[in-house]
Structure formats: structure tokens, C-alpha cells
């Protein structure tokens, strides 16, 4: 395979759950942009798989053979790794990665894999300055910074985007727009942006990496509300995201979308046992998305792409 870049868009907390408009906020909003890459495929149980002329859908085993509901910190380093956490850690956890698992997500996550092996890699969340500078104070790490992800991206020395970089736009915030930002830490003087532009801003910063990975989880935060309308809205800014992202990226950008469990799609529960979504996007998808069954197969296959040998 030529050697192209990958950007992977990790939305914490969404499976494939019934088609279902009362229950199911995937099955109840409006998404234009999910319907024109999809070929109009709803992203619901029994229309997955699915395989079109631009991008693949498909659910993934979240449950790794381990009883109980999946979890956030063994799902994430799951898919950073490739290495079934919920069974090496001896259960599902979270929201947090165990600390016995953080040596693995440091040393072993696809990003700090392909980091070592020569190729540019970004992490496209900022996160404010300060909780940076207490993390290298040493002791505990505050708690936004022991998800699996943002300890990926401390390992791999990738986590570089703050505030400075967030006004310019070249970093996305987590929640995709930036109320949390402008509302929650007062921080007035970063500009008011659409799901469009957020979308637009990590394209530039992947079509500029071999690597790059975005982390979204006010899906799985509008999930544990319960709420339809919380999960339609959540879900239709992810659609205006997606839409602005897949058009602005180069032609050689493979877009793997990927949840670690099941949670936004039914509002009758908080975390499911479902299969975690999973989109595929750009040259190649098709065949791609044949070799991905589980949170095992994601590391694989955002390092193969970007010629990164898979153990």
C-alpha cells in the first residue's frame, strides 16, 4: 500500500443501537453530511456493515470477551494500543485509564509507535496550559489528563496545542466548538466557531501530519444525560463536523472515526454492550474495513497506512 497520512476522530461513547427514532438520537437527527458519505445508510443494527463508493461503516466488538458493560479506560487504550486491556487489566474500567495500565498506553499507542518510527504525528485537542504545567509538577495527574488518550499524547510528547494555538486555529477543542472554552474557564478572547469551521481546522492540521488523532467525548456525556434532545444535538454537531473535515482533507487522508462503547444511541441506558461505531473514509476503506472486527484491529489499521510495522 503507498504510504498516505491517517487522521482518526475518536467520539467517546457511540454505538450501533436499534433503528429506533423515541431511543436512538443516531436514528433520530438530521445528518446531511453522514447521509452524503454514507450513500443515505443509517448508522443503525442490521444496516452495518456497509460498504459504499466513498466510506465504510461498521460496528466493533467492545465487550473483548470480558463480562460486564464496556468502559472508557480500557476501551481507549484498547484502540491505542491494539493490546485487549478490559482482559490483560482483568475487567472493563473507567472513565480513567488503571494505573497499571498507563506504562502500556505511554509506551505502546499507535501514536507514539509511529513517533518512533520517523513519522509526523499531531494531537489536535488543546488543552489550557496550566493543567500541562501541574502534570509536570510530577504526583497525580489532574484528572482531565488520565484518559487513555491524553496519556497517549503525553507519551508520545504530542500533547503541544493550548490556548494560543486554539485562537489561531491550529487546534480543535474537545467539545468541537468552544462554549467550554468562552463559558466554563471565561476564556472570552477565544473566538466563537461553527462545527464546520472546527471541521475545516483539523483538516488543515492532518493534511499537514503523516498522523493525527482528534478526541471527542460530549457524545458520551450527552449519553449519560438520558435525553434525546442532548444526544440529537450532540450527534448533529459530529455530522457538521465530519461533513467539513472529509471535504477539506487531502486526497491521500485515510479517516478512521472510531468509539471505544456503546452509550449516545440509547437513552433508556448509559453504557450499552453494543458495537462501538466505526467509519472508514478514503482510499483504500473498503478493504480496510473488511480487517477491523474489534477495538484490537484499530491500531493495526491507522498504522499500516502510514508504513509502521504492526507487531
Not at 436514528?27 to 443515505?40: H, K, N, Q, R
Not at 504525528?121 to 489532574?142: M, T
Not at 496519556?151 to 503541544?160: E, Y
Not at 471505544?260 to 474495513?289: F, M, W
Amino acid at each position: 500500500m503507498k504510504r498516505g497520512r491517517v487522521v482518526v476522530v475518536f467520539l467517546d461513547g457511540v454505538g450501533v443501537g436499534d433503528d429506533d427514532r423515541a431511543t436512538n438520537p443516531l436514528a433520530a437527527a438530521s445528518t446531511p453530511e453522514l447521509d452524503a458519505l454514507l450513500d443515505g445508510r443509517r448508522l443503525v443494527a442490521g444496516a452495518l456493515p456497509w460498504r459504499g463508493a466513498r466510506a465504510s461503516a461498521l460496528g466493533l466488538d467492545a465487550t473483548l470477551g470480558v463480562d460486564g458493560l464496556p468502559q472508557s479506560g480500557t476501551g481507549q487504550a484498547t484502540i491505542l494500543t491494539g493490546v485487549n486491556a478490559a482482559e490483560r487489566f482483568g475487567r472493563h474500567f473507567g472513565p480513567y485509564t488503571p494505573t497499571a495500565l498507563r506504562p502500556l498506553v505511554e509506551r505502546d499507542s499507535f501514536l507514539a509507535r509511529s513517533a518512533r518510527a520517523g513519522r509526523s504525528v499531531a494531537f489536535a485537542n488543546a488543552y489550557p496550559a496550566n493543567l500541562i504545567a501541574l502534570a509536570s509538577r510530577g504526583g497525580r495527574l489532574p484528572l482531565p489528563l488520565r484518559a487513555a488518550i491524553v496519556i497517549a499524547a503525553l507519551g508520545a510528547r504530542v500533547l503541544t496545542r493550548h490556548e494560543p494555538e486554539l485562537i489561531a486555529g491550529d487546534a480543535v477543542a474537545s467539545e468541537i466548538t468552544h462554549g467550554g472554552w468562552r463559558e466554563g474557564l471565561g476564556r472570552g478572547d477565544i473566538p466563537d466557531i461553527s462545527a464546520e469551521q472546527a471541521g475545516r481546522n483539523l483538516a488543515a492540521i492532518a493534511n499537514a501530519h503523516e498522523l493525527t488523532l482528534f478526541a471527542h467525548y460530549a457524545t458520551d456525556g450527552a449519553g449519560h444525560l438520558q435525553d434525546l434532545n442532548a444526544g440529537v444535538d450532540a450527534w448533529q454537531r459530529v455530522d457538521a463536523f465530519i461533513g467539513a473535515l472529509v471535504a477539506s482533507l487531502a486526497d491521500d487522508a485515510l479517516l478512521l472515526v472510531v468509539s471505544d462503547h456503546g452509550n449516545l444511541e440509547d437513552v433508556r441506558a448509559q453504557h450499552t454492550r453494543n458495537p462501538a461505531l466505526c467509519i472508514v473514509a478514503g482510499a483504500g476503506h473498503a478493504e480496510l474495513s473488511t480487517r477491523l472486527t474489534s477495538l484490537t484491529d484499530v491500531a493495526p489499521a491507522v498504522l499500516e497506512p502510514i508504513g509502521v510495522a504492526v507487531d
